[in-house]
């Protein structure tokens, strides 16, 4: 065990030396390890044990962290506390206006349909009814949240409003030096609660607004900052933007005319130049790069292409321009939804690319109905639209090679094409009428007079009867006359027939309009006929209808008002089993508060007595402890005062004077050895005093937690008991509001029954018809054509 022993000599004497005088610091108290005990225990609850010196004065009484100590009595007590609130308090103290009842939910037992409930309809209102009422209390707290909303929205725009009214504040000078604080504002007013403060802290400008308190001033904008988003808006250079944004961006920008964009590269080179001048060196180190945004890599700005939305780098480029010219489905080049401008292209492409480009704008320039390719199997050019001879309908490839422009086939043999309906019907009118070809121009000449010879506009001169050169053949005018004859014979002889066609289409026409007249003579009396049957059976349905209409809406109220009765006799179940679900639900609630409480309270008083004694039985342990350290000490001294004495003896054996030296020294040992037990004794005790208060404190603090678990305890019961009171008010109100529904739902049922049955003013208008029809027949009875009905 480590105790507290004196240090007497520093080296053991001889048998002849002189006892060494114990100086007072030799009986210092110091810690020498001797074996396992029961004062191990103690020391390492209270700590170290102080080290005592004989000047020291007396040992003071330390509580804890060096407070001091006054232990009282250790006293066991067992508080007790109401655990349980009567339902009666917390329905007292709830009302129906305090519970809102949107708030829960709606009570299982309105969603009980009995057994002998067959009924589809009621069924249908029990379970409808509450998503009804739910999904008004939904729509309700939409438009609760969206007003909120609105009047937050509101509020920001005032005071938005209001601050941009109101003055800046000016800043506050603070005289750190001095100590003096300077308002420039005249409006601002400091109050008397600061006091002076440095006017900056941490490199950051403190400045003192309207509401008194300090904030801090932003920073100015660097001037190298401005310049460069400046010449961002001129130049265009965004980052990060989609394409849809980059689209919707292309479609609302303004057109820029040529002035004013070489005004703005004019400018910009100017802040440009500036900004290089007035910078420093790393400022072209540092400069910002551009994003390429099809590969994603970053590249100096005048590395870059811009097109309408995006940057490219020239590889990047190169390649969507190829793509473009390689497929129609992505020609013209865009950027995003926009078209790249052709002189971006021109202006960034080698001449190769730049020729394609333009072989392929001309190209897919021309939508693809209206293109002309060559139809030669080795070739398939694409004709370009100066090489088409629209007056002879021919068209030339590149590789010489003619094509047809209507039917887009090699070049015909023959001067006409077979797809020309047009000049086929030409030719027909032609050879009927005797119309020539000019054998130059190939354009139809009609003879009127004079002979045979014909000159065309065109300069040629032929023969009007066999068409050949003029002066190439021996025709004369008496064929040149048969000739005409013959074309007058054949106009004559297609006119007539055309009469003939027409005077035949007409007596047919007339035959069949006179069989019309007839037939609709025939079919307005047959129709009179039926009118009048139709009427009377209409006449017959009316009054059956109306006798039906009648019986079905006395069945509808009928069924309704036993539905009434049976959902009236539901909802009383209903009512039942939920005031027996909320009474059964209260008593376990009791029961289960009570229960706890009353274990709490049992286990709790155990726990109390349990620590009592285990505390009773520390501090007699401790007591004990103390008894058996004291006996040690009291042995060990009279061991040490034994050993001296012998020592003194064999050191002033036989010497003169010597008994009363060696009396003295052992009297002057005994009264240092008194005044050191003394000092332990009151440090002891005071030890032991700090130990039994330590204890008596952690038993409070342990009953502490008993009363507060006991008082949660509590709280929980009553917050349990207003939960359900809360909950049984909100149900009730579930009840009441479901069954003005289900009652609602019930009538709106029956009108919609009753109104979607037949249309009775449908009816009445019929008849109205009918009375019109009757007096028609009246017009018609005295016009009625005997065996038009036979």
């Known amino acids: 065990m480590i105790v507290c022993l004196l240090s007497i000599f520093a080296s053991a004497p001889g048998p002849d030396a002189k006892p060494a005088e114990l100086p007072e610091s030799a009986f210092r108290m110091t810690a020498v390890e001797l074996g396992p005990s029961v004062a191990e225990e103690f020391l390492e609850t209270v700590g170290r044990l102080p080290v005592l010196e004989d000047d020291e004065g007396e040992v003071p009484n330390w509580k804890g962290k060096g407070k001091a100590i006054a232990p009282p009595e250790i006293v066991v007590s067992t508080p007790e506390i109401a655990l349980t609130t009567p339902e009666t308090s917390a329905r007292a103290s709830i009302s129906e206006e305090d519970v809102d009842w949107t708030q829960f939910e709606p009570p299982a037992a309105l969603r009980t349909v009995q057994e002998d409930i067959d009924s589809e309809i009621i069924t249908q209102v029990i379970q409808e009814s509450i998503d009804r009422v739910k999904a008004r209390i939904e729509e309700v707290n939409e438009s609760r949240k969206a007003a909120d909303e609105a009047e937050r929205l509101k509020k920001e725009q005032a005071l938005k409003a209001e601050e941009e009214q109101t003055p800046a504040t000016e800043e506050l000078e603070l005289d750190v030096d001095s100590g003096e604080n300077t308002a420039t504002s005249a409006n601002t007013t400091v109050p008397q609660y600061y006091r002076v403060e440095p006017g900056s802290f941490a490199g950051v400008k403190l400045t003192i607004g309207p509401d008194g308190l300090l904030h801090t001033t932003p920073p100015p904008r660097s001037k190298k900052r401005s310049l460069m988003g400046l010449l961002r808006r001129l130049n265009n250079t965004e980052r990060g933007e989609s394409s849809a944004q980059g689209a919707a961006r292309n479609k609302l920008k303004p057109t820029i005319d040529f002035n004013t964009l070489a005004a703005k590269k004019h400018s910009a080179a100017v802040l440009v130049k500036k900004a290089v001048t007035s910078s420093s060196p790393q400022s072209s180190i540092h400069e910002e790069e551009v994003e390429c945004v099809s590969c994603l890599d970053d590249f100096s700005p005048k590395d870059m292409i811009k097109a309408p939305c995006h940057s490219y780098c020239q590889p990047c480029f190169r390649r969507l321009i190829e793509t473009a010219t ?50 030669q199997r080795d070739c398939g050019l694409f004709v370009r639209p100066d090489q088409i001879n629209y007056r002879l309908r021919l068209a030339r490839c590149s590789a010489g090679h003619w094509t047809c422009s209507i039917c887009l086939n090699p070049q015909h043999t023959s001067d006409a094409c077979p797809q020309d309906r047009d000049m086929q019907r030409t030719e027909e009118l032609a050879e009927e009428e005797g119309w020539k070809r000019c054998i130059g121009c190939r354009a139809y000449v009609e003879h009127r007079e004079a002979c045979q010879h014909m000159t065309c506009r065109c300069g040629a001169q032929f023969c009007y009867v066999c068409g050949a050169r003029w002066r190439t053949c021996a025709c004369t005018m008496e064929q040149l006359h048969a000739l005409k004859q013959n074309a007058a014979i054949r106009r004559r002889d297609r006119q007539a027939e055309q009469e003939r066609e027409e005077a035949e289409i007409a007596e047919a026409l007339r035959q069949v309009e006179e069989f019309e007249r007839e037939e609709a003579r025939k079919a307005e009396l047959l129709r009179l006929e039926r009118e009048r049957i139709e009427e009377e059976r209409r006449a017959r349905e009316l009054q059956e209808r109306i006798q039906r209409e009648g019986e079905r809406r006395a069945a509808v109220e009928a069924k309704f008002h036993e539905l009434r009765e049976r959902l009236g006799d539901v909802h009383e179940r209903q009512r039942i089993a939920m005031v027996s679900e909320h009474g059964e639900e209260q008593s376990a609630l009791r029961y289960e508060s009570e229960t706890a409480a009353q274990a709490l309270r049992e286990k709790n008083s155990a726990d109390r007595e349990t620590m009592a004694a285990a505390t009773a039985d520390m501090v007699a342990e401790r007591e004990r402890a103390v008894g058996r350290d004291y006996a040690a000490r009291v042995k060990h001294e009279r061991q040490i005062e034994d050993e001296y004495q012998r020592q003194l003896g064999a050191y002033w054996a036989g010497k003169r004077g ?133």
Not at 327 to 343: A, D, Y
Not at 721 to 745: G, H, N, P, T, Y
């Open 326 to 375: 390689q497929n129609e489905q992505q020609w013209p080049p865009k950027c995003c939804l926009n078209n790249i401008p052709e002189r971006t292209i021109i202006s960034n492409t080698d001449s190769e690319l730049q020729r394609e480009y333009r072989l392929k704008a001309e190209e897919w320039g021309i939508p693809i109905g209206e293109r002309i390719y060559c139809p």
């Open 658 to 790: 010597g008994e009363e030296q060696a009396e003295a020294a052992l009297l002057a040992l005994r009264r240092r050895m008194d005044k050191g037990f003394r000092a332990w004794r009151k440090w002891m005790d005071n030890e032991f005093d700090n130990y039994r208060y330590i204890v008596q404190e952690e038993q409070s603090i342990q009953f502490e937690m008993m009363e507060e678990a006991e008082r949660r305890l509590a709280q929980i019961n009553q917050r349990d008991q207003e939960s359900f009171a809360r909950r049984k008010i909100a149900e009730l109100q579930w009840v009441d509001v479901v069954i003005k529904e289900r009652e609602m739902m019930l009538n709106e049922m029956e009108v919609d029954e009753l109104e979607n049955g037949e249309d009775i003013e449908a009816w009445f208008a019929e008849e109205e018809a009918l009375n019109a029809a009757d007096a028609i027949d009246d017009l018609h009875s005295e016009y009625r054509v005997p065996g038009a009905f036979s």
